[in-house]
């Protein structure tokens, strides 16, 4: 297992949307883990292979304390959304920032496990935040961007100058 480069905002690449994923390989087993070892030492709790400069549909989230349940969810999709809520967010690709965003309560998703299998999952609280935010980064979008444009510009000026200083 290898650990990957995340991307940081606002790296552009951070913009594509992510292609659907036709078959799952030995290539994409092997990303996957990658991935949930990169997530479990930046530390994190979910990661889209968008933020690893890999444009397809693929997300991993593990919420436990234990770091043992990784959840795999390869071409996902909403397909319905219930409620509101107000979360309090960070994200890997944009270090040390945390912000509350609002999303929806409770979502339905689709999607294949890391064998391949289709299934339906019903989420709500932290979990249907973590879905949400990491499909945003598949469609090519970052959770500062649900901010106003002066947060996001501040933000954006703050991490350019920590990259500067490095």
């Known amino acids: 297992m290898a650990i990957l480069d995340i991307l940081s905002y606002p790296d552009p690449?951070?913009?594509?949307?992510?292609?659907?994923?036709?078959?799952?390989?030995?290539?994409?087993?092997?990303?996957?883990?990658?991935?949930a070892e990169t997530m479990y030492v930046a530390p994190g709790i979910g990661l889209a292979a968008?933020?690893?400069?890999?444009?397809i549909q693929l997300l991993i989230i593990d919420l436990s304390e234990t770091k043992d349940q990784l959840q795999v969810f390869?071409?996902?999709?909403?397909?319905?959304?219930?409620?509101?809520?107000?979360?309090?967010?960070?994200?890997?690709?944009?270090?040390?920032?945390?912000?509350?965003?609002?999303?929806?309560?409770?979502v339905t998703v689709e999607a294949w496990n890391r064998d391949g299998q289709s299934f339906t999952l019903e989420a709500h609280g932290l979990l249907s935040v973590c879905i949400q935010h990491e499909?945003?980064?598949?469609?090519?979008?970052?959770?500062?961007?649900?901010?106003?444009?002066?947060?996001?510009?501040r933000i954006?000026?703050?991490?350019?100058k920590q990259k500067r200083t490095r």
């Open 74 to 106: 390869i071409n996902p999709k909403i397909i319905a959304r219930d409620g509101v809520q107000d979360y309090e967010e960070g994200c890997l690709s944009v270090p040390g920032v945390y912000e509350t965003v609002t999303r929806a309560e409770r």
């Open 156 to 160: 954006k000026h703050k991490l350019l």
């Open 50 to 55: 968008t933020q690893v400069d890999q444009h």
């Open 13 to 35: 690449r951070l913009h594509t949307v992510a292609k659907p994923i036709k078959e799952v390989s030995g290539a994409l087993q092997r990303l996957i883990d990658d991935m």
């Open 135 to 153: 499909i945003d980064h598949l469609q090519g979008k970052v959770f500062v961007e649900y901010l106003s444009l002066l947060k996001r510009n």
